[in-house]
């Protein structure tokens, strides 16, 4: 057997072993990952209703759904019918965002759990187990060395909060985000490598990283390294390409070889599509999540 077909035979005995867990892709019975796709929603068919943005997401093949807060406003009513219609189309709302207060900054630390506090009842009410956290931005005055560790001091905190607590059987988890600093230059948790020293320090298990790879990448890239060197504590990972946010395959990132590494890595978080799709929105995100079952399948 030659390398190519050793490669192609190893990819598919991960996938076999992973058949229980895996996420179906719908309108491909034969292409499954071992680790569930998701959509940030904020990504596309922003100027539709919020139901019918379910119905795309579903159209597409995906069975979780992202979310940024979309559900501040909303009444009763609206919690009622939006868990009917998701259940109606088989979609779980995997992770949450859009806190107002970072890790990072002692003085926001108070605001931070009262946030926190305020919404774990709705995660609950959606059946939301995830709630990613932001660092903040940089703290005048403060050194990178103390700031890290308020980073700690403030996920500890929160950790409090969610201890033992389960959302619809799942452990709750708090996940630490990097942003570049291109998009954000007064942002404090620039670096992937920084991350995951903070959610070690950290130690418990109940917080993980979320890694964004479009994000590392403008950062400091090497992205597959960290990857490999961490994956016990990466939560969830964010897909997109550089330069422009889109849609995997149309820029510099390898996504082939990383998603073939999640898998190697036996990653079973979810994997969320986080792009700006350079085309219809419903033919990209199916498009990305066949990219994915191609990879993991060992096919170009």
Known sequence: MNRRGFARSLAGTLLSSAALAANQVSGHSDEVTPFPLSVMLWTVFRSLPFEVRLEKVAAAGYKHVELVGEYQHWTAEDFERINRKRVELGISFDCSAGLKHGVGNPAERDALLEDLARTLPIMEKIGCPSIILMSGNIVP????????????????????????????????????????????????????????????????????????FFHEQIAEGNLIEKLERNIQHVGLVHIADVPGRHEPGTGEINYTNIFRKLAELNYRHIAAMEFLPSGDPVSQLRSAREMVARAVAGRV
């Open 141 to 212: 005055g403060m050194n990178a060395e103390t700031q890290q560790q308020s980073c700690v001091d403030g996920l500890r905190a929160a950790a409090h909060l969610v201890e033992g607590k389960t959302i619809d059987g799942q452990s709750v988890r708090l996940l630490l985000e990097n942003i570049d600093p291109e998009e954000n230059p007064k942002y404090f948790l620039t670096s992937v490598s920084r991350g995951f020293e903070i959610v070690k320090s950290v130690e418990h298990p109940q917080v993980q990283f979320l890694y964004d």
